[in-house]
């Protein structure tokens, strides 16, 4: 019997939550573009601050104008880390960190946004992490439950 043993290796890739929360299944977000998987697979975190981190190592290829949204390519796939439902309509909300075109490692915080404010202004704070465009073959696992943005993983990719 072996006391002390390597772990195994395995070709997995991961996605981190985005931010200290609670991550949830896509179904649990209150809007059917989402909740029903039309845009891509993934899972939702319900925020506890206002940074907002990146899942994965990769590049910011787009950020929309109302600032709500952020586009990454990454190994994984495209990844698309929407703020907020109906966050669009609160564009004061948000301060962007990162600009479009630069590198961004798994962990880096992209956004500030005002939790707050979405709040009082009855928009739902929950924060939905989709791969729009997933080029890692194989499985897919994800760890529901109590997060740390930056650090826990919420996706494992295996072969």
Known sequence: MKLFSKPQKTNSLALLSVCDGEVVSLDEVPDEAFASGMLGEGFAVMPENGTVLSPAEGVIESISDSRHAYAISSKIGDILVHIGIDSVKVPEAFEPIV?????VAAGQPIARVDLGLLRASGISTVIPVLITDKRQAG????KYGKAIGGRDIAIKFTD
């Open 99 to 103: 600009n479009v075109g630069e590198k």
């Open 139 to 142: 499985g897919i696992k994800i």
